[in-house]
């Protein structure tokens, strides 16, 4: 029912910059929250951001606020996250997931989110 695409991913150096996005398709006007996740070699995939997609709420993981911004456009059925200050822990691939029922597992939790992308990969070296 919604499909999605990312891209933008790459290698950079510690401290500098990317910026994803995730393109959706599909029943986009379904959508209630769209959110990144990443994982890494051998870790489960962890909550990056999220954020309401006919709203301005946003939350975002400890380990990447104030670096990471989410951000929308409706009209283009897109999602992006501008990366700054990236660290070699940053390295990982990165999915958009979007969650169309408002269910009650919250933000943080990749089940909330019932359709992904295929990733894209962000590597960043010391």
């Known amino acids: 029912q919604v499909h999605l695409v990312e891209s933008g991913g790459g290698s950079v150096q510690a401290g500098g910059s990317l910026r994803l996005s995730c393109a959706a398709s599909?029943?986009?006007?379904?959508?209630?929250?769209m959110a990144w996740f990443r994982q890494a070699p051998g870790k489960d995939r962890e909550f990056v951001a999220a954020i309401r997609w006919r709203g301005d709420t946003t939350v975002y993981a400890d380990s990447v606020k104030g670096r990471f911004t989410i951000g929308k456009d409706n009209d283009e059925n897109r999602l992006t996250l501008q990366m700054t200050s990236l660290k070699p822990e940053d390295t990982a691939v990165y999915y958009c997931g979007a969650d169309l029922d408002l269910g009650g597992r919250g933000y943080y939790s990749a089940l909330t989110y019932k359709y992904w992308g295929q990733g894209t990969q962000v590597t960043v070296s010391s």
């Open positions: 599909g029943r986009t006007d379904s959508i209630h929250r």
